[in-house]
């Protein structure tokens, strides 16, 4: 059990440190949430400082053109990013978090070059299009259909959920080449062109009241099938590969900044009275002893996927990722419950940071899996009992 | 940084793990909670001296004066096998007064504490007492009428049969003739009473993840084991997801020393212990509810370290305190940070 950090380490978090004092002060101001054109350029011209100054793709491997670091070099870029108050991966997300490793371990050396450097770069912003309307929880369940035409399939279907879709300019689209087969077994993966006919994009309205996702329809797209990733009907496996990706480090920089939200909260209660309400000083104690577990244990996966006997991909094993999200979502709920408490009547003033930010914390017990299906993993797969019908 | 386990910390664990299975298996736990209640006031000298003779109390004491040189992290994964077992007896103190108390060391005598008036385990069956309520720590040693009787406690019925108690309404005066005085950093003692404590917790939380599964798998109800309803499997999920967190914190906090990590860990490790052993008393149905099957007694156990040295409530002030403390300054950054920008929620 070591937590010190070596040399290469410290000099690595130093480095990054100071790249950060000089170009943070140089950036426009955030853009408002609602304007997704100001987003979107915002988003990119942060990747492409991040690629200029070698910080790109950190967590990739080196072939992919990815800085190769280790599981724990890219935690600290989670951590001092976050505690510099830098941009958020924003619509990069999908690119560097999903598709990207995927076409990384799976794409051809056409298709990683064609696809990789522009992800890098900030040049190309790629969406997700894996659940639909009849296909949640159980995406497997799919129903958009591929059909091989020649060299193309034709794509005809919906799908739901997908982030950042209006300013995507590719698609990591699951679909199904095989109708008969059963379940996991038809289905591909696609990259779709978001500007191909076919493609209609409409916006969803979260309870938040913004536009974070959006439904996509297919109305008979034509994708070249040299944009499918691995073979024909071997798309489960493919995203498979992705989806152990998102329940890795992807939350580690919300740690850092629901720890800080956690010391503004006592402050500001103690600066309107409610610190005297033992009940909530309790909870916000608690709260403090909660999030200081995650982030240990986010330094504890970091530290398994490092010496794993396959590291190298800044993963960590997807069941030790499901113990994380359980606690972390529900905590967050917590967090922004107990800011409700400190604000009081304020709470329910929609203007309000932590209003908006309790909102927004409802859909963490659901997106990237839900907390059931977290449950009926870490039942099976970790704990070895029977698997539920 | 490489936070798991070495293969001597391993290898430490498995050895504290084997030893346990010989000196004292679930017969001879069995044995002191079905048997009489009076025999079972004494954790029994020999079992003591076995783990006096294993290096469970030395285990921290430089090489030179018989110990093993290990530091907090060892100790913690030791006491967390110990809770795992419901190895009874006053442990953590014993540990602590290694160097402090003669015979200590060697599992020669045997050690309780305590930090203020209330309730105290093992005080009869004990040798010596550690007081942790000043500056400065004080044992209260046999000879003279300093002994553990010096305290003038009054027996009660322990809910743990394993663990008897006695309620201490006074302490002795700090400077007294009947005290003597320890060279001992006594808030050191105490937050490391505290960690060992939080260890044994910990080791009982994960062993009733252990038996509700183990129960889960293999009681039949509607022809299929029960663990195989959805509702069984998430009550399962739950407790493991507690241990884990309990785990981590209570490892880190060994490495760091850090007081609030070890009030967080003992907070942490308090709760799973708690609710595990509730929640598997829940998947046994109405075995858990038996005299003859272990659960209870994770629970009466984990009720009784949960009040000593820092309780539920004390933790959770505490760690209210070090938000106003600690913590980087409020930079404008901060208030972008939390907006709505920042949630990069992917579906």
Known sequence: MDLSETLEEEEFRHRLRAWLREVLPTL?????????????????????????????????????????????????????????????????????????????AEGTAEQRSRWLPPILRGDEIWCQGFSEPEAGSDLAALRTRAVRDGDSYAVTGSKLW???????DWCELLVRTDPAASRHRGLSWLAMPMDAPGVTVRPLRTLAGSTEFAEVFLDDVRVPVTHRLGAENDGWRVTMVTLSFERGTAFAGEVVACRRTLTRLARAARE?????????????GRL????????RLTRWNVSEAEHAPHSGRGGVPGTAGSVFKLRYSHARQELYEAAAEVLGPDSLDGGREWTADRLSSLSYTIAAGTSQIQRNIVAERVLGLPKAR | MDFRLTGDQRALQAGMRELLAARFPRERLRALVDGDARTAARPGRELWTALGDAGLFALRLPERDGGAGLGLPEAVLLFEE???????????????????????????????????????????????????????ARALTPGEGNGPDALGATPLRSVDPATPLHRVRDFPPPL?????????????LHREATLLTAAQQLGSARRTVEMAVEHARHRFQFGRPVGAFQAVQHLCADMHVRAELARVSVYAASVTGDPAEIAGAKLLADSAAIRNASDCLQV??????????????HLKRAWIHAGEWQSV??????????????????????????????DNVAL
Do not use: C
């Open chain 2, 82 to 136: 110990a809770g795992r077992a419901l190895l009874p007896g006053p442990l953590a103190t014993t540990h602590l007064a290694a160097g402090l108390v003669p015979g200590a060391a060697e599992g020669r005598r045997i050690v309780t504490g305590l930090d203020r008036p209330g309730v105290v385990a093992h005080l009869a069956g004990a040798d010596a007492v550690l007081l942790l309520d000043g500056a400065t």
């Open chain 1, 272 to 284: 309107n009275g409610r610190w005297d309400d033992a009940v909530l000083r309790r909870r916000l």
């Open chain 1, 162 to 168: 997908t982030s950042h879709a209006e300013v995507a």
């Open chain 1, 28 to 104: 426009p101001p955030e853009p408002a949430a609602t304007d997704w054109p100001g987003r979107r350029a915002y988003d990119r011209a942060w990747q492409r400082a991040l690629h200029d100054a070698g910080y790109a793709g950190l967590h990739w491997p080196a072939d992919a053109g990815g800085r190769g670091a280790t599981p724990t070099q890219h935690l600290i870029f989670l951590e001092e990013t976050e505690q510099a108050g830098a941009p958020y991966v924003g619509a990069n997300f999908v690119g560097l978090l999903h598709a990207g490793p995927t076409i990384a």
């Open chain 2, 313 to 342: 409530a004390e933790g959770e002030e505490f760690l209210a305190n070090m938000l106003l403390m600690s913590g980087p300054s409020e930079t404008p950054s901060d208030v972008l940070a939390g907006g709505l920008g920042g």
């Open chain 2, 284 to 297: 046994y149905g109405g075995l858990g509810f038996t005299w003859e099957v272990d659960v209870h007694l």
């Open chain 2, 176 to 188: 007294g003739g009947s005290s003597l005085e320890v060279t001992a950093d006594a808030s050191r």
């Open chain 1, 288 to 295: 403090n002893a909660e999030f200081s577990a995650l982030w």
